[in-house]
Nanobody
Framework: QVQLVESGGGLVQAGASLRLSCAAS????????MGWFRQAPGKDREFVAS????????SYADSVKGRFTISRDNANNMVYLQMNSLKPEDPAVYYC??????????????WGQGTQVTVSS
């Protein structure tokens, strides 16, 4: 079992930066691929970024490539999403995800409760 708790969301202006954090419980954190997804009102949840167990391989949605960076700290059971150059289309509830085998859009084992990101223009 893995429990995920996101933090770091808030209201920022377009062009600003924000860093989301996800704290994971459990001693087997390093055995899970980790990811971030987001869901805007009236839209389906969409993949944002993922990082494999050892942090060596990452993947991103085209919409965030070059602006967002996912990273993880296995010693402290943390995963981060650094979001730069935020755009008006980025606001959503951002969810942390963990999956023992899948990465990218297919991740689905565990989810956090979400943190709201709002961008003002």
């Amino acid at each position: 079992q893995v429990q995920l708790v996101e933090s770091g969301g808030g209201l920022v202006q377009a062009g600003a930066s924000l860093r989301l954090s996800c704290a994971a419980s459990g001693r087997t954190f390093s055995m899970y691929n980790m990811g971030w997804f987001r869901q805007a009102p009236g839209k389906d949840r969409e993949f944002v970024a993922s990082v494999r167990r050892n942090g060596a391989l990452t993947s991103y949605a085209d919409s965030v490539k070059g602006r967002f960076t996912i990273s993880r700290d296995n010693a402290n059971n943390m995963v981060y999403l650094q979001m730069n150059s935020l755009k008006p289309e980025d606001p959503a509830v951002y969810y942390c995800a963990a999956d023992a085998f899948r990465v990218g859009e297919q991740m689905r084992d565990y989810w956090g409760q979400g943190t709201q990101v709002t961008v003002s223009s």
